[in-house]
């Protein structure tokens, strides 16, 4: 019992020293280093709970950088076809059902895409985070037996989605395990658990994670990511308008 009780209070006075050694812009940025890539192709789905049952949308990803993705739904036939293109800080939707493009901005932002607990904004976040937030170490915790930094990250801008964020990191892996998005009246807006993490190739990645919409009375959107391939050629036509068509 005292060999285990010395283990455990060199492992928590450890995880002290080593909390104390990085500064919260550090761990945002060795966060940043595995969330962010050249480019990207991925199939993903989108496993939707709502009020009245359970839907998955799949779908087909594009990415380069931040600034560039071209996203086709491929199932199920309702969506089928539906394509969304991102560049920079513009949107467009094409519905094959109406046989048209539009463009989203303004407050259709803020609206649900497909019914789910994400919005057009949470696509749309293309900047590092502390380009937009100030960052604060407030605690360490463990989550799901991983120990974690705790952040507080403040808007340093009013346009950005959310005033406040508070983000449980992984100390070892780097991963935001936990998020939680505030309002600037300090309500809570919504909340992001990642719960399947691999690692492909010197990174870590999520593959699983679950959001909620506080504002909703859904049971919250599950996004899996099925495949994902790093660092791949895509011909730049695929982000451009003609490719909405």
């Known amino acids: ?10 492992f928590l006075l450890s995880a002290l020293v080593y909390a104390q ?18 480019s990207a192709i991925t199939i993903s789905e989108m496993e939707i709970f709502g009020v009245r049952g359970k839907r998955t949308i799949k779908a087909k990803s594009w990415a380069q950088g931040r600034d560039k993705a071209f996203t086709e739904y491929l199932a199920p036939a309702r969506e089928k076809g539906t394509k ?26 803020r609206q649900s895409v497909v019914g789910s ?37 403040t808007a340093k801008r009013s346009d950005v989605s ?26 809570i807006l919504k909340k992001m658990e990642i719960l399947k993490v691999e690692k492909i ?10 959001f909620k919409d506080m504002m909703k009375e859904s049971k919250g959107t599950i996004f899996r990511i099925l495949q994902i391939q790093f660092d791949v050629h895509i011909p730049p036509f695929i982000f451009s308008k003609a490719s909405l068509r």
């Open 1 to 10: 019992m005292k060999s285990y009780l010395k283990f455990v209070f060199v």
């Open 21 to 38: 050694s990085l500064t919260p812009e550090q761990i945002i940025k060795k966060v940043d280093q595995n969330l962010n890539f050249n």
């Open 84 to 109: 969304m293109l991102k560049l920079g800080d513009e949107l467009w939707i094409y519905s094959p059902q109406a046989d048209r493009t539009i463009k989203i901005a303004g407050h259709m932002l």
């Open 117 to 153: 607990d994400l919005s057009y904004e949470d696509f749309m976040e293309n900047e590092s985070l502390l380009e937009d937030y100030t960052a604060k170490l407030v605690a360490l915790d463990t989550l799901k037996q991983r120990p974690c930094f705790v952040l507080e990250l």
């Open 162 to 187: 959310y005033f406040k964020r508070k983000i449980w990191v992984d100390q070892q892996r780097f991963i935001p395990l936990k998020e939680e998005l505030f309002a600037s009246s300090g309500k």
């Open 201 to 210: 190739g010197q990174r870590w990645y999520p593959k699983e994670i679950r």
